[in-house]
């Protein structure tokens, strides 16, 4: 098992006992399932913070499509005439 460290969470009545029941019928501890769902949670945090930074860093240096382009290509979308997706100028 790799290395751990504890962390005390204070959590609902009602979220405790969700916890408990999910933690019964898949078998797991109630710790295993917290640990699977903050590491999760982090993981997308830290996805969606390196994104947003990817946007700043592009519009930063010009990267950018008009707002117009991006209006028409999505009222394009699911049409017959679908048209290809805007680019940065």
Partial sequence: MPDSTTL????TPDVKRRLESVAARV?????FLAAEAIEEFVAVQEW???A????IAAAD???LIPHEDVRVWVASLGSKRKLPRPRAK
């Fill in 8 to 11: 005390t969470v204070r959590l």
């Fill in 48 to 50: 969606q913070i390196a």
């Fill in 27 to 31: 078998r797991r501890s109630k710790s």
């Fill in 52 to 55: 947003i930074n990817e946007g």
């Fill in 61 to 63: 240096r010009g990267d």
